[in-house]
């Protein structure tokens, strides 16, 4: 594949509200309905991520659930996590339940693995944050064991099993692509590169602009420390995106809907502050400055290209549709973007 020529999916955190989504089982069938649009307008991804116990992200607590239910209507398209929060989670449970996407969808599943961002899932699931790291790590090293083609033995810290066969095994072989979500701390992201880990990023997030790509130099150094070839990795950029005939009307139309996504983390966990390298901004100056990819088609084009030279970005996933959006205004922005950007960049 040329290296310049850039992946696109589509990022689905579902961020509900119900007097404007209405009732839960008809949310699904339009989410469902435009993914079935993306594997048919040549899309390469859908990323469904994991959330629980808030409109933010949680009516989608099981991934592996939803997404084994996309791959049976579905042909072509790829189908990933962004992100499994693994260190809430049994990691041979987890090796089980993907590796059923990956034979449910012959073959389609991209893994993502996390520490996760909501400080408040971890306290209710009664899981100390402060072990995320090593978890993480222990448990990606189970899962790797389970998907091979030997019985898991594994002693550590958190974890000790002891001849376990896992079953099914993924139909991709050694393993489904494996990605890491990074964001706060360059150790994840060299950690990442000396594993050959895929990386996921939040370009939007940093207060700093200069911080994604000392970031990202971090993972490439330990791509090279291990010997890994950085031409066989991608770097994914997460962004809310609105294809529209103007920037002025993308900030009139995408606004709101933009508002409530942000309305519906924070109520997430109230108690959430943002400090340090991170920052949160408003809808319109996301917009407007560019954090969020919008406005007419070439201006789309544009942010892109700008954040692909400024951190090395060779995939894009999309979120479409957001706090409460209209189906047809999702549709729209769906097949404008298929048809009016992507040409453009693959």
């Keep these: 594949m040329d290296r310049n020529a850039m992946k696109f999916g589509a990022h689905y955190l579902p961020t509900y509200v119900p007097d404007l989504d209405g009732p839960m089982n008809e949310f699904y069938q339009r989410m469902f309905g435009q993914m079935e649009e993306m594997d048919r307008l040549g899309y390469d991804h859908i990323w469904v ?99 091979s ?3 898991v033995h594994f002693k550590g810290e958190f974890y000790n099993v002891h001849s376990v066969p896992v079953l099914p095994k993924p139909v991709q072989r050694p393993h489904p692509p494996i990605w890491v979500g990074c964001a706060r701390s360059e150790d994840s992201f060299r950690w990442a590169g000396e594993n050959g880990y895929h990386l996921m990023t939040l370009p939007y997030l940093y207060r700093d602009p200069q911080m994604l790509p000392g ?7 330990g791509l090279a420390k291990s010997g890994h070839d ?3 990795t991608d770097v994914l950029g997460k962004f809310h995106i609105y294809v529209s005939s103007s920037l002025d009307k993308a900030v009139e139309e995408a606004s709101p809907y933009l508002e409530n996504y942000l309305e519906v983390h924070h109520a997430a966990d109230t108690e959430r502050k943002e400090a340090g390298l991170l920052i949160q901004r408003d809808a319109k100056t996301q917009i407007t400055e560019g954090f969020v990819i919008a406005g007419d088609p070439e201006r789309c084009v544009d942010t892109i290209q700008r954040w692909r030279e400024s951190a090395g970005l060779t995939t894009i996933s999309g979120t479409f549709h957001f706090g409460g959006m209209p189906q047809e205004m999702a549709m729209k922005n769906i097949r404008l973007f298929a048809e009016r950007v992507m040409p453009n960049l693959k």
Excluded: C
Excluded at 215 to 221: E, K, L, T
């Design 49 to 147: 991520t994991e959330h629980h116990f808030a409109m933010y992200g949680g009516i989608l607590p099981h991934p592996p659930t939803f997404l084994s239910a996309i791959a049976r209507t579905t042909n072509r398209i790829r189908l990933g996590v962004a992100i499994n929060v693994l260190p809430l989670h049994n990691p041979l449970d987890v090796a089980e339940s993907y590796a059923m996407v990956d034979v449910v969808s012959n073959g389609r599943l991209d893994f993502g693995v996390g520490k996760g961002s909501e400080a408040h899932e971890y306290k209710k699931f009664g899981v100390n944050q402060a072990e995320a790291t090593g978890r993480m790590v222990e448990g990606m090293e189970i899962i790797r064991q389970a998907w």
């Design 149 to 151: 083609d030997k019985p």
């Design 215 to 221: 970031f990202i130099r971090a993972y490439r150094q």
């Design 230 to 232: 950085f031409t066989a």
